[in-house]
């Protein structure tokens, strides 16, 4: 099983940039279809973007199409959420997760394994 720890959370001004990392232990990273998700205080935790374990499908929610990219590094097993214009309302704790199939890719009770957070604090 794979374990995850995210990194690279901040406070930025709002149009500016953060790249959150989400190192992965263990041998069976390739395998994973991995994800972001966030959750803001009071609510539900939501699908930020998706990544296939080859790298080669993605997906966005909405609001974050055309300023957030996800890639990997299946070499340093580390998975990346670059995150331009931000604005306040993506203010949140940012998690990486492992495992959903690619049809259940924005649903956070389908995948296996989640790490502990980053927060990202977009304010003036």
């Known amino acids: 099983q794979v374990q995850l720890v995210e990194s690279g959370g901040g406070l930025v001004q709002p149009g500016g940039s953060l790249r959150l990392s989400c190192a992965a232990s263990?041998?069976?990273?390739?395998?994973?279809?991995m994800g972001w998700f966030r959750q803001a205080p009071g609510k539900d935790r939501e699908f930020v973007a998706f990544?296939?374990?080859?790298?080669?499908?993605?997906d966005f929610t909405d609001s974050v199409k055309g300023r957030f990219t996800i890639s990997r590094d299946n070499a340093k097993n580390t998975l990346y959420l670059q995150m331009n214009s931000l604005k306040p309302e993506d203010t949140a704790v940012y998690y990486c997760a492992a495992g959903a199939t690619t049809w259940g890719r924005t649903r956070p009770d389908l995948y296996d394994t989640w790490g502990q957070g980053t927060q990202v604090t977009v304010s003036s």
């Open positions: 990544i296939t374990a080859d790298g080669t499908g993605t």
């Open positions: 263990g041998r069976a990273f390739t395998m994973y279809n």
